[in-house]
């Protein structure tokens, strides 16, 4: 099961922090992402991370403002936001699929398991 946390309310040019954590698994054996959904949009990639943490991608929108970490350790995935902006509104979920590829994967249907998400509003 993933769980988000670190949602909220911000203005824009605000901070956020969002966090996935894991139980009953480990997730240093998956490709882990962050997707969004605002209202009446389509599910949108975020960011991605390899399962070692050396691989990141960042949807073209979100570059330069967004960072994507992990920590294994802990079995946490996180999604720094910095510069937010209001287009940034919508629903923040975690998903995760096993890999032992390099890489990173940025297609929903990629994913195995999704958490159940946490709201993200950014006001003007």
């Known amino acids: 099961q993933l769980v988000e946390s670190g949602g909220g309310l911000v203005q824009a040019g605000g901070s956020l922090r969002l966090s996935c954590a894991a139980s009953?698994?480990?997730?240093?054996?998956?490709?882990m992402a962050w997707f969004r959904q605002a209202p009446g949009k389509e599910c949108e990639f975020v960011a991605s991370?390899?399962?070692?943490?050396?691989?990141?991608d960042y949807a073209d929108s979100v570059k330069g403002r967004f960072t994507i970490s992990r920590d294994n350790a802990k079995n946490t995935v996180n999604l720094q936001m910095n510069s937010l902006k209001p287009e940034d509104t919508a629903v923040y979920y975690c998903a995760a699929r096993t890999s032992t590829y390099r890489g990173t994967y940025s297609r929903a249907s990629e994913y195995t398991y999704w958490g159940q998400g946490t709201q993200v509003t950014v006001s003007s």
């Open positions: 009953g698994r480990t997730l240093n054996s998956y490709a």
């Open positions: 991370i390899s399962w070692n943490g050396g691989s990141t």
